[in-house]
């Protein structure tokens, strides 16, 4: 209202000045013969016009050039009017700024997230997606947008997902490419877009299958010497057997019962060994004593049938690791108990135990014994994993030797290597790192030692 009584008011001004002006004018000039007052009325309001239409022209000139510059200055309606616009574009601007640090931030935030998350538009087109889902899908976060879902995700699990009318459950899907097994999930919001919720469940899902072989496994193993336990007392509850035949059967329950007290034993281990902290870098054993403790367990399995080789004490003087007592000895022995019981009568085994020049302990045990096929290798160190099962059962394995070294080789940051050739025997070989290594110290501190 102000800005056109302020318009009013300067043409009524021009006009009136104009009017006066062209009066004026009249008693100079005759010639304008009395049509000066309206002359000068007219290009009054004709100026006034003028310098409006200039004034209106630079600000839409100015605004027209995206505001770029400042707004034209003045001091009457049209410089109050360029102010207002530009205060309010400052404003605006300000509000958009801060809309997108906030829209900046809640993207980072769902970015940071460990779960992959996916926005479709209404025909399942994708509006933006994380990097955690662009890796699920084998996505391009930037060169995707805009693409239709089910042209770069073709799994039919994910398009028969997408289509249906309300899906409230997860599915699972599956990345071949990737080698990845994902939870997705799918929540419709605003007019019929879709959010994707993606979640790696690779791991789980293969925990959880080796938990299920794991117990299928142990029930397995424990079943059979229990089958053959009940049958043997079935048989002295039921058959009158003389002194001899008694004896026998006794035995062999013994046997059976001896397999089953081994398993738990190991299995025992195996939970011991998940369960408790790493063994400490400081706790320092003498490697001479362990190595003949090993030395006197694995003479009295062979009883006299192998050739067995030790190193020399004094080669060993003065050595000492880090680590628990129990675990290590554990690892040594399952090696060269595996050697005794993997070699055929007469066969030799060699232990040798070196310092390596990188600081590292070298401990191998080589055995001229069956060997082993080279696709097996990779899994030897599995629970329950036997190459030649008879032969493990014979004579008294579990399946879980192996499985044990590994965790305590771990534990103690060390590693297994193993060679070996069918019909020439095999060579384990634990190294141990640096850190775990001393010459020289005299001083011990003795772990408590882990039944084995
Ligand atoms: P097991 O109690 O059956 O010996 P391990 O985990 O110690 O279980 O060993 C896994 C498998 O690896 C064994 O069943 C055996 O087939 C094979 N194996 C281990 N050590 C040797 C070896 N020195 N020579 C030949 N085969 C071996």
Redesign the pocket.
Known sequence: MTFLLGRLAALLLGLALGGLLGRWMDGFWPLLQGWGAWGGAALGVVLMSARDSWRGHRIMEWLRSGQSAGAPRSHDAWGELAYRIEKAQLQRDRLAADERRKLGEFLSAIEASPNGVLLLDGSDHIVWCNSVAAEHFGLDPERDLGQRVTNLVRSPAFVTYLQAPSPDEPIAVVNAQADLTLSVLLRPYGEGQKLVLTQDVTERLRAESMRRDFVANVSHEIRTPLTVLAGFVETLANLPLNQAERQRVLALMSQQTGRMQALVADLLTLAQLEGSPRPQADHWLSLLELLQQVETQTRGLSNGRHTLLFPEPNTLAGIQVAGHRGELLSAFS?LTS??V??TPEGGRIEVGCSLLSVGELEFQVS?S????ERQHLPR?TERF????GSR?RETG???????IVKHVLQRHGAHLDIESEPGKG?QFRILLPGMRVRRGETTRTQAPSMPV
Request: hydrophobic fraction near 30%.
């Open positions: 399952n595996n050697a019981r993997y055995d014994g069956l060997g082993i030897l994993y036997r190459v030649d493990s394995g579990t399946g879980l030797g192996l499985s095999s």
